[in-house]
């Protein structure tokens, strides 16, 4: 008999990456993984099982426009044929924003497509891309359960003094408010948090989400307090190819001087500063932890100075620190950024365990620290599936 599963998607401009859970020890683990990427150019299929082991594989040719329609198409078909030792149970999504109305995991119905639709605007880079499959399996599969996840849903609980930028209020009631990302991997490291610190867990902890986005989050008792991605996944941090905050006047002065259009400078803003913009080298952290360039050394030490400035601000919206948290590509893997992080923390008690950073951790402060330290691998994909199992099993 085969095995049911949830399909966890995450639809991005050029490719969908998927995950297949089934259900294992009261949790959900995955069996299946891969992506189709290159989708308008020379796509790629790959899927692997749990041992990472290729299981299938196709090439479409060179200038194939294969769409998130036939990507769909391609990989309900592998979920369904033969020889296929699962059988899909329910879809669950990733969509970057839920806007003021959606703010928990709900069920995918035409009038919740609808409403999501309405927010593209707010996120035009991703929100069209999430909802195409949504759109292409309401469309083919109408019977099949899907569920929407949202990255801005967890950030619900900040107060409306966290949410307000400091202008007409006609705006902010309007929705031109900070909504907040990354979410769900928010909401995976503190669900995985008291099983390694009860108490830090139930008080103050900020966690770094370190990747190609980057953004930081002030988490108080379980909940998000603040955090320094706003309006758009532009604010904040300096990321691998995004801004960051910037002076407003900046954008007045390209538009005035430089006779920039909006286009382009979402195009400076989303795609060529970061890290690759300051460096001119590489958005990629480990390029420019091995360079000897000093613009690749300018680069890094920029991105560690904001991430010490946002860890003071974050800590005092919550009045305190129990611990800091670290995740993401850069926050699991470079031992280098967070022993900096880590020292510039110090006044807020954070005494490093050089040893146990070097290892990975997870616990990367010392025995002695005031406040603690963790290294906790964000997983996402496993946010999304709990959530689809529990809105389609009703648990919700
Ligand atoms: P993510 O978006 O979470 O997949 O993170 C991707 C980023 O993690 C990459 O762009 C790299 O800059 C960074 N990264 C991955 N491994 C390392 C490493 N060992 N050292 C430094 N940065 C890393």
New binding site residues.
Partial sequence: MKQPGILVLNAGSSSIKFLFFVEQNDDLAPVLRGQVEGLHTAPHFIARDGAGRVVDEKRWGEGTALGHQGAVAHLAAFLRAEGSNYALHAVGHRVVHGGMDHVQPERVTPDLLRSLERLVPLAPLHQPHNLAPIRLLLEHQPDLPQVACFDTAFHATNEDVARRFAIPSDLHDAGVRRYGFHGLSYEYVSAALPAHDPAAAAGKVVACH????VSMCAIDGGRSVANTMGFTAVEGLPM?TRSGSLDPGVLLYLMDERKMDARAIEKLLYSQSGLLGMSGIS????NL?ESDDPRARTAVDVFVYRIRRELGSLAAAMGGLDALVFT???GE??A??RERVCRDAAWLGIELDAKANAAGGPRISTAASRTAAWVIP?NEELMIARHTRRVVEGRD
């Fill in positions: 370190l990747g190609n986005g691998g958005s990629d952290m480990r932890l993401a590509g850069i893997n470079s280098a950024i964000t």
